[in-house]
């Protein structure tokens, strides 16, 4: 099992260019997440979904896109890279929401 | 709705020395409780979780946390920190039976003292 797998692991982007992260699980989890992290405030959650077709906002969706298509890949859209999306993301899955979370190596994203 | 403190962002220590990363939450429901860890330039790892039965958690590396509902805390314990121990270490609260979604505190800094 490779668990859960983001590409790419750096990107440095200019504001206003798009780009997508890639995030795959192979563990049949029902559950993925997106969160972003910034030096001292943690992890916060940007969109999750509960399975295939359905998506739902976390605590700061703006600026961000999300679509699950299948199981195994929960991918995030960057429209217009803004500075403040400088941050390092991670993409994360479980079996069932309020339990164990598995997360992905991370991708260090700058915008400039 | 849940929340989670961390009262400490760095902690340092010897090594070897004894450890504890305190962790507070806010609820009116019951919850479950979660210890991550983030070695450097890595993604986050379970190190314990609490769901119910026994208040006292083992978890890996040695790692233990104490689950006090009358104090609302879950502080994160080890006898004795090996270098290997530097992570940030974070907190996390979600409700019990059926969530989406579990709440993370901002996290602490262990930096191991040799």
């Known amino acids: 099992n490779a668990g859960v797998t983001q590409t790419p692991k750096f990107r440095i982007l200019k504001i206003g260019q798009s780009m997508t992260l890639q995030c795959t699980q192979d563990?049949?989890?029902?559950?993925m997440y997106w969160y972003r992290q910034d030096p001292g405030m943690g992890l916060k959650l940007i969109y999750y979904?509960?399975?295939?077709?359905?998506?739902d906002k976390g605590e700061v969706p703006n600026g961000y896109n999300v679509s699950r298509s299948t199981t195994e890949d929960f991918p995030l859209r960057l429209e217009l890279a803004a500075p403040s999306q400088t941050s390092v993301y991670f993409c994360?899955?479980?079996?069932?929401?309020?339990?164990?979370?598995?997360f992905g190596p991370g991708t260090r994203l700058t915008v400039t | 709705a849940q929340s989670v403190t961390q009262l400490d962002s760095q902690v340092p220590v010897f090594e070897e020395a004894p450890v504890e990363l305190r962790c507070n939450y806010s609820?009116?429901?019951?919850?479950?409780l979660f210890w991550y860890v983030q070695y450097p330039n890595q993604g986050l790892q379970l190190l314990l979780k609490?769901?119910?039965?026994?208040?006292l958690v083992k978890g890996i590396n040695g790692f233990e946390a104490e689950f006090n509902k009358s104090q609302t805390s879950f502080h994160l314990r080890k006898p004795s920190v090996h270098i290997s121990d530097t992570a940030e270490y974070f907190c996390?609260?979600?409700?019990?039976?059926?969530?989406?979604?579990?709440?993370f505190g901002k996290g602490t800094r262990l930096h191991i003292l040799p």
């Open positions: 994360a899955s479980s079996k069932q929401g309020a339990y164990e979370q598995y």
């Open positions: 563990m049949n989890h029902n559950y």
């Open positions: 979904s509960v399975g295939a077709g359905i998506t």
């Open positions: 609820s009116s429901v019951s919850v479950y």
């Open positions: 609490y769901l119910s039965g026994s208040t």
């Open positions: 996390a609260v979600s409700r019990t039976g059926r969530d989406d979604k579990i709440i």
